[in-house]
């Protein structure tokens, strides 16, 4: 099984983008969900997560730029990507775990992630 990644583009340095996720029917209540994304020549790194209650985290950066969310209800959650900057390039992931798990042990097999490119 695996989450599928949407809303990657093109966007200049400054400019905005949302990304989304969805489960494709798996629930995802009770599970915490995340984003991840890969820059080119560089391995895979934590971008933001969001528990079961809502708290979310952020890699530091991202913190006062990205906003994650989640809707339970659809079991899609997305990352809010504002003030983007040339280094958010990337390809970017979602994925799910259980609250006693930590991420080196996600639900689900990686997807082939959405694309990002900020330039100029």
């Known amino acids: 099984v695996q989450l599928v990644e949407s809303g990657g583009g093109s966007v200049q340095p400054g400019g905005s983008l949302t990304l989304s996720c969805s489960s494709g029917g798996v629930a995802l209540r009770f599970r915490v969900v995340g984003w991840f994304r890969q820059a080119p020549g560089k391995g895979r790194e934590f971008v933001a997560s969001?528990?079961?209650?809502?708290?979310?985290t952020y890699a530091e950066s991202v913190k006062g730029r990205f906003a994650i969310s989640r809707d339970d209800t659809k079991d899609t959650f997305s990352l809010q990507l504002d003030k983007v900057e040339l280094e958010d390039t990337g390809v970017y992931y979602c994925?799910?775990?259980?609250?006693?798990?930590?991420?080196?042990?996600?639900?689900?097999?990686w997807g082939r992630g959405t694309q990002v490119i900020v330039s100029s």
């Open positions: 969001m528990s079961a209650g809502n708290n979310p």
């Open positions: 994925n799910a775990r259980q609250m006693w798990e930590n991420w080196e042990r996600p639900l689900y097999n």
